[in-house]
């Protein structure tokens, strides 16, 4: 077996809302997305457990941790404009937190190469002490802060459209968690500049690249070459997770970037590239178009046993060298501060 996927069917319990674009819907368009990889024979279900309180505790404050849990059990409601939750919330924000954790005992026991994680609610906005942006608990953080507290080193790459302004606060000042993000700006939630390169003993473990709408592949590509690639060769991973955000596809009805399915299977092959097999996780975040989402993860399952699916074509354009430039510059410049 190559791919352990993960997936739970509490996680469709939990609600949103009427309407709302984080609609258990977009795990039946990743199931889709197994079925149309080409790559099903090569991947083995399994059903996450639970993480813990302490899971929890190690990226977030237990007051917020008991006051969510509380909220969610006496029927739930509004928590900002954008996030609500329901009585099921609850459980499946746990066992979407766990399924990380889960993962990583798996591979370590040797049961795959590499785990997609088809969670609900996401988790990359969520901060120390609130829900945000459709997310509850930062499930990515609490992988990533269970594998660091075993002595690893991890390379978190957020390539959602959206900043992950939670998992980049959680481990600003972290020497052992390199957080790297593309996301179109100006956008939702607003951080995320080429200027937040971390602080305290994490100063430079924070890189962001942000990119103007209707950027497309070159662009990735580019900025990896010249930022990203010398950022991971000097930290060096011994873990890689993926915040697999696909609503950077051209088709996404909350963004405005120019990737196709294809370009999040590229860029997942260059990232699980990065460490030996048994060390890589893509862990769910957004994707609001279910065709989009459907081809978007189908590509990236065929990447991580090392196929092209070709479902879509890259997207063309030529990279913006002047973006990456400024990037640069300002990531220099504080980081010389």
Known sequence: MEILFGTHPKY?????????????????????????????????FFVPE??????????????????LRRFCLMGGGQLDPDTAVSVASWDAALLAAGSGLDAVRRLRAGEASSAFLAVRPPGHH???????????????????????????KVLIFDYDAHHGNGTQDIFYRDPNVLYVSFHQYPLYPGTGRADEVGAGAG??????????????????????????????????????IASAGFDGHR?????????????????????????????????????????????????????????RLMAEKPS??????????????????????
């Not at 924070?206 to 930290?235: K, M, S």
């Not at 060298?321 to 220099?332: H, M, S, Y």
């Open 203 to 240: 100063v430079g473990t924070t890189v962001n690249i942000p990119v103007p709408a209707e950027t497309t592949l070159g662009t990735y590509q580019a900025a990896i070459d010249e930022i990203v690639a010398p950022a991971v060769d000097a930290f060096g991973p011994t873990w890689v």
């Open 316 to 337: 063309s354009g030529e990279a913006r060298i002047p973006v990456i430039r400024a990037i640069r510059e300002a990531r220099a410049r504080s980081l010389e501060l």
């Open 50 to 67: 639970p993480a813990t309180m302490a899971d929890l505790h190690r990226v977030h404050d237990p007051a917020y941790v008991d006051a």
């Open 126 to 152: 969520a901060v120390a002490d609130r829900a945000m942006g459709f997310c509850l608990i930062n499930n990515v953080a609490v992988t990533a802060a269970s594998l660091v507290a075993e002595g690893e």
């Open 251 to 307: 088709d996404d009805p909350l963004t405005e970037l120019g990737l196709t399915a294809q370009d999040f299977g590229d860029l997942t092959s260059w990232l699980f590239a990065l460490v030996p097999r048994g060390r890589r996780i893509a862990i769910l975040e957004g994707g609001y178009n279910l065709r989009a989402l459907t081809l978007s993860a189908a590509s990236t399952l065929a990447a991580m046993v090392g196929e």
């Open 12 to 44: 469709i319990e939990h609600d949103a809302g009427s309407g709302h674009p984080e609609q258990p819907a977009r795990l039946d368009a990743v199931l889709a997305g197994v079925e149309e990889s080409g790559v099903r024979e090569g991947i083995g």
